[in-house]
């Protein structure tokens, strides 16, 4: 191929990605010199084309922060544009550029409405889920002293300032309430879409200390502590085997 | 397996967001065309759902994730991934695209053209030929949709297909919607196209429908490649002269947007399908208008 090919694909994408040609900014200037002798008016079709693409991956990924966005929408996706162009075709990539980019946005710009940073934390973690997929069944296995057990590792948690269950639980006809809350986003087994689950602090501290395989022997007798295991193996916190 | 004896066999590309509506209707198509990057890059649920397919229908093996022309050299790990997906799919063929998606530090995610000159075509036919050493299956070229042309092309489409398949003995996955798009955005004769293409050489079609665009900094409408409404006549139209011509394998619809649209997608299949039927039982009629023609 000839020497300047690659130079000149990459000043096209660059072109391509830009809000120059997405949003039509400075359309009678001419793009820069590698891409001398292109009809513009169809660059910026391809442009709005595979900008309209990515967004819509994004979008499914963050469809409740984009609701809670409302009129900054626009401001926002076009900042976005600005600042990170798309650098990979995968639906996940794009969904942690545009979560990266607007937490950095809230660090100078507090987020509108205040509770919106957490629902875009806690979306981006059910699009990662649902990209590993669905959890497939294992028999139970009745909590006892010849089994072990470890914290499902697939398990995102997540700590909100403000509760936001609601807001996933069919829609909330109110803000949610601020309030500490550990969340915790899995995929629970025999299921195929996450599930969110809060977790209070003692048990959270408990599943921290199982990030490995543990006897339940070695934990002696202790009251209550097989009926919370069974409970939390049944919402898949946690991965018990014999 | 391979894919039924009186071809060409008729089929869907799959889409895992109408994955179980596609299993349960596997009696409507001959075979299904699988994209190798779906199997690379979704969940383990996602690829074991199309791996659970194999023996059950026929499949063929389909990318987009090759970037052929992008002017850096092969990726070779992702091929020799895509040999193992087209290994255990069992598919008779591998196609990509005749274009780039991407650079280094950009990645579009969309189709574009290349310049048709033949030094490009030059190192396209480098890059098959190492693609046809490291995947065990023919490999097949498929014409893209293009919205704007490099200024250096001094080919034509057909031209330029024609160059990379003859030198390196690719076959061609045909896009008739592309064909059809591109004739009426660019303005040439998709007939004149099709003429200039060697008899046989089309081992694969794909068909689709789009949509018109309306743009305000637009001379006038495009029509554009969405592979969400009903398949134009105009494209069945093509596909006839394709089948009478060059005997392809299969004929996949593409569909990836408005998928819930079940009854459309059943319909196209239809209308495909009695389009090779009508062709296949007048094949010596058609052979005939078509050698009258050329």
Known sequence: ?242 | MTLRKLTPAVGIGYRSAIGDWTRDNLAHFDMLEITVDHCLSSSESVASEIFDLVGQIPMTAHGIGLSIGTDVPLDLAYLDRVASIVERLQAPAYSEHLAFTRAPGRDLANLLPLPKTEEVAEAIIAKVRTIQSRIPVPFLLENISYLFEWPESRMTDVEFLNLVCRETGAGLLLDVENLYLNSRNHGFDPHAFLNDLPAGIVKEVHVAGGVTVHKDFLARPFLADSHSHPVPDGALDLLDRVLVRHRPDAVVLERDDRLQEFDEILADVRRIRARVDAVQSENGHASALVAASD
């Open chain 1, 1 to 242: 191929m000839p020497a300047r090919l690659l130079q000149r694909q990459i000043s096209l994408l660059e072109y391509l990605t830009s809000a120059d040609a997405i949003f039509g900014e400075g359309i009678d200037a001419p793009p820069v010199p590698h891409l001398q002798g292109f009809d513009l008016a169809p660059l910026r079709l391809e442009a709005c084309f595979s900008h309209e693409k990515r967004m819509e991956k994004i979008i499914a990924a963050f469809p409740r922060t984009f609701e809670l966005l409302g009129d900054d929408q626009a401001t926002v996706v076009r900042d976005f544009v600005a600042a990170c162009p798309s650098v990979d075709i995968r639906r996940i990539e794009n969904a942690r550029q545009f979560h990266d980019f607007a937490c950095a946005r809230w660090e100078t710009t507090p987020p509108q409405p205040p509770y919106l940073r957490d629902v875009a934390a806690c979306e981006l973690a059910m699009a990662t889920l649902r990209i590993k997929g669905k959890v497939r069944s294992s028999q139970p296995v009745a909590a006892g002293h010849a089994m072990r057990f470890r914290r499902n590792r697939e398990a995102v948690f997540l700590p909100c300032a403000y509760d936001i269950r609601p807001i996933f639980e069919g829609g909330a006809s109110e803000a949610p309430q601020l309030r500490d809350v550990m969340l915790a986003i899995l995929i629970p087994p025999g299921n195929d879409q996450p599930a969110i689950f809060e977790v209070p602090a003692s048990v959270y501290g408990l599943l921290v200390e199982l990030d490995t395989w543990t006897d339940r022997a070695a934990w002696g007798p202790m009251e209550g502590l097989d009926e919370l295991i069974s409970e939390l193996a049944e919402h898949g916190l946690l991965e018990v085997s014999r």
